[in-house]
């Protein structure tokens, strides 16, 4: 079994756009699904192996689905994330500033103040 993290701090100047970013890795441990809670911060996950499987997005409008790479954008309700017992990736908590400066995107851009590569994309 594999389950392990960890979490960075950048250096300044990027600091004012990314608070922390997150590399994880799992293999082996049991199907779980989590909550994925509101912050102040927007969720950029870039997946290393298997899709991140979103069964419920915050916006109801949008569809559950697996996915390569997500924004999430800010919300004031959680996603509900399903993995199969392995997982691998990089989480960026993005301050609404890093969003405009790194990608070139307002905080609120995008159906349901989150964007995606779609499903199944890699």
Do not use: K, N
């Not at 870039?46 to 790479?69: K, N, R, S, V």
């Not at 392995?86 to 301050?95: C, H, K, P, Y």
């Amino acid at each position: 079994m594999v389950d392990e993290h960890c979490r960075w701090i950048p250096r300044e100047p990027l600091r004012r756009y990314v608070a922390w970013y997150t590399g994880y890795r799992q293999r082996g441990v049991p199907p779980a699904r989590h909550r994925g809670l509101p912050s102040p911060y927007l969720t950029l996950i870039f997946t290393l192996d298997e899709p991140l499987t979103i069964e419920a997005h915050p916006d109801p409008g949008q569809p559950p689905g697996d996915f390569g790479t997500l924004l999430g954008g800010l919300h004031s309700a959680p996603a509900l994330i399903a993995h199969g017992g392995a997982q691998s990736g990089i989480q960026v908590a993005l301050r609404p500033l890093g969003a405009r400066a790194l990608l070139g995107l307002p905080a609120g851009a995008g159906p349901g103040s989150s964007a995606s590569t779609g499903p199944g994309a890699g």
